[in-house]
C-alpha cells in the first residue's frame, strides 16, 4: 500500500502561483509514474501531468505550459509549480502514483484562484 501526503493548496489570485508536493511512502523507483489529477466541482477527475520512472513528463495542453511537474528521488516527492493561475485552475488536486496496474491517490489538496 503507498501512502500519498500532498501538501501547498490553497487560495491565490489569478495570475499568482502555488508548488504542490507530494510525499510518496514508497520508494520512488518502485513506482511507475507520480503525477497530479484535477477534479472541478461536478466534474471528471482529469490528469494534469505526471512523470514516469524513466524521467519522461506527460502533461495536457490545457495548462499552456504554466505547470511544472518535478520530482526529488532522495525525498521520494514530486512537485507541481503553477504560475499564471487561472480561475478555471480551481479544483482538487489529488497526487497519483501507479505500480502496474494499482492506482494509489493522496487524500487530495484544495486551490482555489479569485478572479
Known amino acids: 500500500q503507498v501512502q500519498l501526503v500532498e501538501a501547498g493548496g490553497g487560495l491565490v489570485q489569478a495570475g499568482g502561483s502555488l508548488r504542490l508536493s507530494c510525499e510518496s511512502s514508497e520508494n520512488i523507483f518502485l513506482l511507475n509514474s507520480m503525477g497530479w489529477y484535477r477534479q472541478g466541482a461536478g466534474k471528471r477527475r482529469n490528469l494534469v501531468a505526471q512523470i514516469t520512472l524513466g524521467g519522461r513528463i506527460d502533461d495536457v495542453d490545457s495548462v499552456d505550459g504554466r505547470f511544472t511537474i518535478s520530482r526529488d528521488t532522495a525525498l521520494n516527492t514530486v512537485y507541481l509549480q503553477m504560475n499564471s493561475l487561472k480561475p478555471e485552475d480551481k479544483g482538487v488536486y489529488f497526487c497519483?502514483?501507479?505500480?502496474?496496474?494499482?492506482?494509489?491517490w493522496g487524500k487530495g489538496t484544495q486551490v482555489t484562484v479569485s478572479s
Open positions: 497519483n502514483a501507479k505500480i502496474l496496474r494499482s492506482d494509489y
